[in-house]
């Protein structure tokens, strides 16, 4: 863990950010279901905290605010209590420990930016130095692979190539801060559906590689030629389900992005701009036509999750 242990009285609160993937190839699905990914993953600067306390022995409990808040299961299917529990049953099997949590979201749901898995990290950490674990980082990238593929990304931050089913993360050597715009969605996007679609229009696949004119762009830290390497092989699926997404990235683009693409399954939209006033235009430009839900400006790359004050 990169994150010296403040443990209080008041619990432990941890701050995660968003992700986005500068590119998103995908492959055939592997014989386990999965599929084969290589992806480079960029943290921006959009966040959710997970607030963890105390609680009585063997009892987890959650309660959700902000942004989407009422579309985050309460129960164990939510990532952030499957996470306590599985930090407590695999490092403290014989302790009965409880963790009562608290999510704030900024992190749009089911948006394509990993805010469910961004949570799952941030309870792992949280819980961690609540309990004063013994645990190393590779023994946390584990239980965070087994929690969900953008998991371990969550834990690192910055930008990443992600391969495997995208859990088994690298740092990226990349260059400079970039400016996003971000558009949300009307409505969410099911992960699971949109990689449906996307076996019936690609079903021979192939392996997926990281694009080389994308790790050429990062090592330049020039946002113009990052924008021309962006690609997500899950846009014509996520597309053909909300046809509307089409004219969000063209609209985006004629108001001056240098590039755009969506972000993970979607639907939220990624517009790369040069710099501050640039993003600033852009949002202004992108709210009064209405296409998108919500506009946020954010920066990336930054630090994955961590224990805040
Ligand atoms: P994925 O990570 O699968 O690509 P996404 O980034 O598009 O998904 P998420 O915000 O992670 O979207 O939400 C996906 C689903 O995960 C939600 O519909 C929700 O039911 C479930 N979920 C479980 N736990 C959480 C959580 N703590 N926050 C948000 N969603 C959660």
Redesign the pocket.
């Known amino acids: 863990m990169a994150s010296s242990p403040t443990r209080t009285a008041s619990g432990v609160r941890v701050r995660v950010p968003a992700k986005i993937n500068l590119a998103l190839k995908v492959g055939a699905p592997r014989a386990d279901g999965y599929h084969p990914l290589a992806t480079v993953y960029q943290a921006v600067s959009v966040y959710d905290e997970v607030h963890a306390a105390w609680a009585n022995p063997d009892e987890f409990d959650v309660v959700?605010s902000g942004e989407?808040a009422d579309?985050?299961?309460l129960d164990d299917?939510?990532?952030?209590v499957r996470a306590a529990k599985l930090l407590a049953r695999t490092q403290a099997p014989n302790d009965s420990l409880g963790a009562s949590l608290s999510?704030k979201?900024s992190?749009?749901?089911?948006?394509?930016?990993?805010?469910?898995?961004a949570?799952?990290a941030a309870a792992l950490l949280a819980c961690a130095v609540l309990w004063d674990l013994d645990i190393t980082a590779d023994g946390m990238r584990a239980l965070a692979a087994e929690l969900?593929s953008?998991v371990p990304f969550a834990l690192l931050g910055g930008t990443a190539v992600g391969s495997g089913r995208g859990e088994d993360v690298a740092p990226a050597l990349a260059r400079g801060t970039y400016h996003w715009v971000l558009a949300f969605g009307y409505h969410?996007?099911?992960?699971p559906a949109v990689y449906r679609r996307f076996d019936e229009l690609s079903p021979n696949a192939a392996p997926p590689q990281v694009p080389a004119d994308l790790m050429n762009a990062l090592r330049s830290g020039d946002p113009r030629h990052l924008a021309r390497a962006l690609s997500n092989d899950l846009e014509p699926a996520a597309l053909d389900l909300q046809p509307r997404l089409r004219t969000v990235l063209q609209t985006g683009l004629e108001y001056g992005a240098l590039g755009a693409l969506l972000s993970?399954?979607g639907p939220t939209c990624a517009f790369l701009v040069g710099d501050e006033p640039a993003a600033v235009d852009l949002s202004v430009s992108l709210s009064a036509e209405g296409v998108c839900r919500a506009v946020r400006r954010a920066t990336g790359p930054v630090i994955g999750a961590r224990v805040v004050n």
């Open positions: 959700v989407g579309l985050v299961p299917t939510n990532l952030a999510i979201k992190i749009p749901v089911a948006g394509g930016l990993a805010g469910g898995s949570n799952g969900g953008d969410g996007l099911s992960t993970g399954s």
